[in-house]
């Protein structure tokens, strides 16, 4: 008998059919021998819509108060499923982040786990009830409601998975696996069956939402294996695991992109030991994540710093860069939202020289021209304009016959 955790994402439980059909897609686990954990996100797009009419009330949005009204979400969804649940006799009770004893820091609207109380989870488990756990959420160090940040159901859904040593973490979603692109973009992408953490972490980190970047780092650091599947065909998905299992290394594995990141740049920055250090001091102690820098050779003691952020972190990054750039003497800085970046990932990468000319060879075919640069052993990354980021992506694809 194994001990599974299914985690359900939005479109999966977006109404009350789809609810039933995950409520019996529960019963069949168990009918099978198992034993079931659920963690579930908020109806359909709930989470945007409480957004946008936090928007409309007013712009005073405190994280607390942010994270009180976001939680609301999963609220329903879980209660819903653990009536549907009754309906077909599977026993199951509901638990919000705090009931489940999700214990986080106080960093509201993107707070870190540091521990998991389970023993209610054990004990549902243990009296045969399947405990339906909100994702996205727990309770703070200071006693306050917090959340993960966005898709942080995949998240708690690993973490649970970790701590109940769970044998699989199946996370249910609206496609059917991983796939060589996002399938959106890419109509000829091709489910991946298995591929490794590590490539895993670089893809979601590099725009390929299917799984939130926070749980991919979870299952590696504990070693959770991953099933993402559809919730919509039922069929095997993709496995995320530890490298060597049952895995080929591909050259070059998937293509993604990311379409939500600001480009700031400062200009004419005195160029002398300690400058960058000031700047990404500050930057970092705002809590602000970069992804690439770049600085130009210097002319006549002067050099211009452009870097990446997520454009939701833009205000707070322009803020906190433009007090630094008084600060050391630099002359302006500007943000630029119209950009994108497009990546390549693959574990094989790093024996097979010449993927990166490849690279620029395909975009300049595109007359794309490439603005910034960023590399790891398993990925390239590039920042092109936005217009130009889907022709990208395609062309890539196509070029490294994914
Ligand atoms: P959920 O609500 O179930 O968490 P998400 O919207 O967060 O679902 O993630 C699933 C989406 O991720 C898919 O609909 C797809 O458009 C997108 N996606 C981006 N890159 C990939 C990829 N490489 N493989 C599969 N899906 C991807
Ligand atoms: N409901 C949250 C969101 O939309 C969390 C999640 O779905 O994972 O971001
Ligand atoms: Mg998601």
Redesign the pocket.
């Known amino acids: 008998m194994a001990l599974i955790v299914q985690k359900y994402?939005?479109?999966?439980v977006a109404d009350a059919d789809r609810i039933r059909v995950v409520a019996d897609h529960i019963a069949r686990t168990r009918r099978s021998g198992n034993d079931v954990v659920v963690v579930v996100?908020a109806m359909g797009k709930t989470t945007d819509d409480l957004v946008r009419l936090a928007d409309l009330v007013s712009s005073t949005q405190t994280p607390r108060e942010m994270d009180m009204l976001l939680t609301a979400g999963e609220r329903i969804s879980m209660a819903l499923l653990c009536m549907a649940l009754a309906d077909i006799g599977v026993p199951a009770l509901s638990f919000t982040g705090s009931q489940a004893g999700i214990i986080t820091d106080t960093d509201h609207q993107r707070a870190k786990i540091v521990e998991i109380k389970a023993d209610r989870l054990t004990e549902a488990v243990r009296s045969k009830t399947v405990p339906v756990v909100a994702g996205f959420q727990g309770v703070s160090t200071a006693k306050n409601v917090t959340t993960l940040g966005r898709?942080g159901?995949?998240t708690t859904a690993v973490a649970l998975a970790s701590v109940l040593q769970a044998d699989v973490c199946e996370i249910y979603?609206?496609?059917s696996g991983?796939?060589t692109?996002?399938?959106?973009v890419v109509p000829s992408a091709k489910k991946i069956p298995a591929i490794s953490f590590e490539e895993m972490l670089e893809?979601a980190s590099s725009g390929?939402?299917?799984l939130a970047l926070r749980s991919v780092e979870f299952a590696r650091n504990f070693n959770v294996p991953l099933h993402v599947r559809s919730s919509f065909t039922w069929e095997p998905g993709t496995w995320v695991g530890e490298e060597g299992v049952a895995m080929e290394q591909a050259v070059v594995s998937?293509v993604?992109h990311e379409s939500h990141e600001v480009k700031i740049t400062i200009t004419k920055v005195p160029d002398h030991p300690g400058v960058a250090a000031a700047i990404f001091r500050a930057v970092a102690d705002q809590g602000v994540n970069i992804d690439m820098i770049v600085q130009n050779t210097s002319v006549q003691g002067y050099t211009d710093i452009s870097f990446t952020a997520p454009r939701s972190e833009m205000e707070a990054a322009l803020s906190v860069t433009s007090k630094a750039a008084i600060g050391i003497g630099a002359e302006s800085v500007s943000a630029d939202q119209d950009i994108g970046r497009v990546s390549l990932v693959g574990a094989g990468m790093k024996t097979h020289p010449g993927v990166t000319a490849k690279v620029f060879e395909t975009l300049a075919k595109l007359d794309i021209n490439i603005e910034m640069i960023s590399t790891s052993a398993i990925r390239i990354s590039c920042v092109v304009r936005e217009k130009d980021l889907e022709r990208a992506v395609v062309a890539l694809h196509e070029a490294f016959e994914l």
Request: aromatic letters at 4%.
């Open positions: 994402g939005g479109t999966s996100s898709g159901s995949d979603t609206d496609v991983v796939f692109a996002d399938p959106r893809l390929g939402r299917v998937a993604s």
